[in-house]
């Protein structure tokens, strides 16, 4: 006999017991987090014969379509549009431009909920079907899980808890005047002033929609990063181009941060050493997020974690070493990214479903790209500059040709090549259109096509993708000019 969730006769759950206190049930595989990789996950397990239930309090709608993704993009498109605007007077077009913030934001908040309310049908779904227990799960011991008054027997667990905002110490004692993107979307209107803590994705792209829509922004970074690029001449290049339209500090040591009438006072040295001081309405904190394995017990069901809070993980099957455990999406640190939360979802859910038998799978040609503008891009595995066995080469984009025609001539392609084989290995982009450049990149270092071979395919005039083609001339010349030849 199979039991649902209230004690019903139901396919897919086995050897439900009920008293006034525990309700328990036994399932093939448990999911806990109901994010794109947690949904992906039952629904492969399910798909493979397994009897499944997924756990999580809320709220739902995935981090992507509610807080992340789809929102910042919203406030980035209202954004373009104001600087596209303002930008036509150098074409001879002139445009007077009025934001306001509460129309923006109203905006973002309709199309946020519209691309959440997709994801709530697969809830309501569940809800139906009677596999879904809205409470904070937590490992009891090793295959067995406690959410709520439920206790949750599996034969796996894919953990799929997703990630969570990390606020510096110093910034938390600042209370509700700290923000990060998971409560930023749902402000009514624009602030006057912002202090963005943290120069990788979130904080550059939302720096600079904010800045762009008339409010008054300074960022403030650590280490020298800019987004997520490696090679030192584009960072400072990228760094460069956004300094023009507001200040990013890409270094700082911070002196003092307080509560002021007004909002927030910092003091903080810049990458110079001159001492600044500025008060801004508000504190964006963007300076990473962290697994969400805190309050998961894992020690209780035999689960070490590392100094990075991260147990061992397979990264082809993503099984928890010497464990019956899964992890999927965000919280196994692997690529934070949507596409590959989906297809861990699926790798995940397949092996918890079929272990002790499990498939590795090779992953995705890494592909990460960052909405500011010009946008940034990085695929495949970007190698360090020592690397003697890496060809590198690009192009600037100043002059190319669609890009001055569309006023939009700014940044840089580098391409690396392996030299033994005169194959594309990794592209580092800072440039317009970047996410559509990074596609092609990503298809063609997959492809494992010799650099010669991709110059033979079509480069249409006038394209941005003109630009790729004169890299890649670029990248064979290098290749050739230190000793390589072959299909390069």
């Known amino acids: 006999m199979f039991f649902g969730l209230n004690g019903e006769a139901r396919r897919g759950w086995s050897g439900a017991r009920a008293d ?7 399932v093939d595989v448990a999911v806990i987090g109901a994010g794109t990789a947690g949904l992906t996950a039952r629904r492969t397990a399910e798909k493979a014969g397994a009897s499944t239930v997924i756990v999580d309090p809320g709220p739902f709608g995935t981090t992507c379509a509610r807080t992340g993704c789809m929102p910042s993009k919203l406030l980035i498109a209202a954004a373009g549009m104001a600087e596209a605007s303002r930008r036509s007077e150098e074409l001879g077009v002139f445009n007077r431009v009025v934001v306001r913030g509460r129309d923006v934001m109203g905006r973002v908040r309709r199309e946020r909920d519209r691309f959440v309310a997709f994801v709530m049908d697969d809830i309501h779904d569940l809800k139906n079907k009677k596999l879904l227990i809205e409470e904070k ?31 510096p ?7 509700n005047m700290v923000m990060t993107h998971e409560n930023f979307f749902d402000m009514e209107d624009l602030p006057g002033s912002v202090l963005v803590v943290g120069a990788g994705l979130v904080g550059l792209e939302l720096g600079q929609a904010l800045h762009r829509l008339g409010v008054r922004v300074r960022v403030l970074g650590l ?21 023009r339209e507001f200040p990013v500090h890409t270094e700082h040591k911070l002196l003092e941060v307080r509560k002021h009438h007004t ?52 990264t082809r099957t993503l099984h928890i070493k010497d464990t019956r455990v899964f992890a999927a999406g965000d919280v196994n640190g692997i ?14 859910g397949n092996n918890a479903a079929s272990f ?35 060809a590198v080469a690009g192009v600037s984009f100043a002059s190319q040709g669609r890009s001055r025609i569309m006023n939009e001539n700014r940044g840089r392609i580098l391409l690396y090549a392996d030299r033994a084989t005169g194959t594309l290995r990794a592209a580092e982009l800072v440039t317009p259109r970047a996410e559509h450049l990074a596609h092609e990149i990503a298809w063609m270092i997959g492809s494992n096509a010799g650099v010669g071979e991709l110059l033979s395919r079509p480069f249409y005039h006038p394209t941005f993708e003109e630009g790729l083609h004169t890299a890649l001339e670029n990248l064979h010349e290098a290749l050739f000019r230190n000793g390589q030849h072959g299909d390069a």
């Open 169 to 175: 110490p110093v910034y938390r004692e600042l209370g």
């Open 335 to 348: 690529r934070p990214v949507l596409h590959e939360a989906s297809l861990e979802g699926r790798v995940a």
């Open 20 to 26: 006034t206190h525990v309700k328990t049930v036994k």
């Open 223 to 243: 280490q020298g990063r800019v987004g997520f690029l490696k090679d030192s001449g584009l960072k400072d290049e990228a760094a460069g181009i956004l300094n």
């Open 137 to 167: 799960a937590e490992f009891a011991e090793a295959g067995v899980l406690r959410a709520g008054s439920w206790r949750i027997e599996a034969g796996s667990i894919v953990v799929a808890s997703g990630s969570e905002p990390f606020i």
């Open 356 to 390: 002790p038998e499990m498939r590795g799978v090779n992953p995705k040609t890494a592909l990460n790209i960052l909405f500011t503008d010009p946008q940034m891009a990085s695929v495949g595995d970007v190698p360090e500059p020592a690397d003697s066995g890496i």
């Open 263 to 314: 909002g927030v006072r910092i003091r903080f040295e810049d990458e110079r050493g001159d001492v600044r001081e500025d008060v801004f309405e508000r504190v964006l904190c963007a300076a990473g997020r962290k697994p969400r394995w805190s309050g998961l017990c894992p020690e209780k069901a035999g689960i070490s974690l590392n100094e990075k809070g991260l147990p061992e993980i397979c």
